[in-house]
């Protein structure tokens, strides 16, 4: 198989489709081969690497989905555009969880699709460029404190972060509140070559409306009433470092458009101003809503998402990481210890059952409050439930343990059973996790394979 550089394949089952596509991608420069159906895709495939496909749902033989999983079966680095109808919004949501880059719904505007394309192979470039990379990426360790992940989910973003970090890719990071979204962008700031010049943050969902243009592109004396003198906009501040635009999908559609220009000219007009001002800031957004859902819904504008779309960072909730708990824990702990003067070192089997079991809504920053409060609270050297959030134990103390609780057992038994108990379930994880394979999983938990076999053994796990 050849790779050959910007080859774009076009799968459709519609000539005239196939035609107006491969005149407006010729046109932009990209070399172009036509399929028809997803049997002539699938054999071009074994000869020719395309850089991206555009792949429309309906097709003969077998739908776009399911060629989307053999495309990217045989190659999981390869860029996907669905093309869709507006009927079929969902089906190409799916699609970008089974690891499309984006989508088209038909009719489509051309440049807007040529953006998409561009985006697209700058994406599948940056991966390509991966093996080039980590010489870099190994003088950027070890992480940063508060950053440690025994979790393949978020080691997979952790490489995704220090991938683009020394390039200027505009980076949009989604996750929930708390999964430590301003975290990530200040560690791909300080991995760049910008880490000496400004970091400015701004929370969009603070502003008000009313403010938001004044705050984010400063204003002249005099602009008007009120401006006794010269204000510094956020992207001024920024200038030669990043700019971190958090909850971005809060800003009215009058200052939409406005970023939209800043965006496309790299100039910034304060309000009141006689000239324009060069910018060189690399940008950074964050939102802890389904972006696309809210460019779908018309809240945010189209076209300014596909030009911050450059590259995307989901940041999975703390409750899918659960193994990524205790050193988490163990990190907050040794930090809250130290604020409040306490020897408290460790968590209780009881404790660490409570954490390992609460879903974490709130995600690492509900986490790390939590744990302050215990080392507050706890009197001993040991984090034990009586120190931890009441709804929190509430919402995670198994059946077992409070039927131990009201028969009178000695405590040493208590926690012996739930020592047990805690030691069964990670190991469950565990094997879960690898899919049921011993040597892996024996390594996942730092001992060895017979160890492992012995502890399952005696723990009834087969």
Not at 224 to 248: C, V, W, Y
Not at 313 to 331: C, F, M
Request: glycine share 6%; charged share 30%.
């Amino acid at each position: 198989m050849s790779d050959r550089k910007n080859l774009i394949f076009i799968v459709d089952d519609n000539k005239d489709m196939r035609l107006i596509l491969s005149d407006v991608l010729r046109s932009e420069g990209y070399e172009v081969c036509v399929c028809s159906s997803p049997k002539t895709c699938l054999k071009e495939f074994e000869t020719m690497r395309p850089s991206l496909v555009l792949l429309d749902f309906k097709l003969p033989e077998m739908d776009g989905l399911e060629l989307l999983k053999e495309l990217k079966a045989r190659d999981e680095d390869l860029m996907v555009v669905m093309l869709t109808a507006y009927g079929e919004i969902k089906s190409a949501v799916q699609a970008m969880k089974l690891g499309a880059f984006d989508y088209v719904t038909k009719p489509f505007n051309n440049e807007e699709l040529v953006l998409i394309i561009r985006n697209a192979l700058k994406t599948g470039s940056l991966a390509r460029e991966v093996a080039s990379l980590k010489t870099r990426l190994e003088q950027c360790r070890p992480y940063p404190e508060g950053v440690m992940s025994d979790s393949p989910q978020f080691r997979q973003v952790l490489n995704q972060v220090f991938l683009i970090a020394p390039t200027d890719v505009t980076v949009i990071l989604q996750g929930e509140s708390g999964t430590g979204k301003e975290l990530l962008a200040r560690m791909i700031h300080d991995n760049s070559s910008r880490r000496n010049k400004p970091f400015v943050a701004i929370d969009c969902g603070a502003l008000p409306e009313t403010l938001a243009e004044s705050e984010l592109f400063g204003y002249e004396k005099g602009a008007f009433s009120g401006a006794d003198a010269r204000k510094e906009g956020q992207f001024e501040l920024a200038n030669g470092g990043t700019l971190f635009l958090d909850e971005i999908t809060n800003l009215s559609e009058s200052v939409q458009s406005k970023l939209l220009r800043v965006l496309q000219d790299r100039k910034v007009h304060l309000l009141g101003g006689k000239r324009d001002f060069e910018l060189d800031v690399r940008i950074m957004a964050a939102t802890n809503v389904d972006f696309l859902s809210e460019v779908n819904a018309g809240r945010f504008r189209n076209d300014l998402y596909h030009r911050l779309n450059e590259f995307n960072i989901h940041i999975p909730a703390l409750r899918d990481r659960g193994e990524d708990v205790p050193a988490l824990a163990s990190y907050f702990l040794g930090l809250a210890a130290k604020e409040f003067r306490k020897e408290v070192k460790e968590f209780s089997c009881e404790a660490m059952e409570v954490l390992l079991n609460y879903n974490w809504p709130g995600n690492i920053r509900e986490l790390r409050n939590a744990i302050r409060r215990a080392a507050l609270l706890e009197g001993s050297d040991q984090i034990t439930p009586a120190a931890l959030p009441p709804e929190i134990v509430k919402k995670t103390m198994s059946l077992e343990c409070k039927e131990l609780l009201g028969t009178g057992t000695s405590l040493n038994k208590i926690t012996r059973t739930l020592s047990r108990n805690v030691e069964r379930d990670i190991i469950s994880k565990a094997l879960s996790e690898t899919k049921n394979n011993k040597t892996r999983a024996a390594k996942m938990l730092g001992i060895d394979r017979m160890t492992l076999y012995s502890k399952m053994k005696l723990l009834g796990l087969g």
